[in-house]
């Protein structure tokens, strides 16, 4: 199932949060982002929350997407990570659950690959999580056979909504 369409109940998202905040804590990043590969805000925990998280996503998303082209272009189907380091605050940018991609923000004081480490660890129970996530949708959808799949509205409905559509217009006002 695609994650186009990704939902989550109040339990989903504090699931997903959990996860965040033990990264962030064992790891004292400034911030653990959880997008999806369009750029849109999942779930975030830490410090730079007070940042414009919309760009930090957005730009990370499009970040990853122009790796995978890289990434193509040599021969490889996907690179596992980015890094990008700076003097005082790193970026570590990796995909999860295939379609998800998780964004940390650190410190210059921790060890990347201390990161490295501690996210491919956690990308697992991120992985379990919307592989659950995804179950539930699946189930939660199912229409039953002979059902419509899109809500059923009578004539009378729709001509209360939105007027009649054989109804004249107005004449014009001849002057």
């Known amino acids: 199932m695609s994650l186009s369409n990704f939902l989550l ?30 750029g849109q805000q999942i779930a975030a925990e830490g410090a730079l929350i007070d940042f414009d998280l919309t760009a930090i996503a957005s730009l990370a998303a499009a970040n990853l997407a122009a790796t995978e082209g890289l990434a193509h272009l040599v021969g490889e189907s996907q690179f596992a990570a980015l890094h990008h ?7 570590h ?4 659950a295939r379609q ?3 964004v ?13 480490w501690k996210v491919r660890k956690s990308a697992a ?17 199912v229409v039953p056979s002979g059902a419509p799949s899109v809500p059923f509205f009578t004539d009378e409905e729709i001509d209360r909504l939105f007027g009649r559509l054989d109804a004249k217009p107005n004449q014009e006002r001849k002057e």
């Not at 940018?93 to 999860?96: C, L």
């Open 9 to 38: 109940n109040e339990s989903e998202h504090s699931r997903i949060k959990s996860i965040l905040a033990k990264i962030q804590e064992e790891l004292q990043a400034d911030l653990v982002l959880l997008i999806n590969r369009s």
């Open 85 to 91: 380091q700076g003097n005082y605050r790193s970026i």
């Open 104 to 116: 940390l923000v650190f410190r210059e004081t921790l060890v990347s690959g201390k990161v490295r």
């Open 93 to 96: 940018i990796t995909s999860v």
């Open 125 to 141: 129970s991120l992985d379990h999580a919307v592989e659950d996530i995804q179950k539930d949708m699946e189930t939660q959808r």
């Open 100 to 102: 998800l991609t998780l």
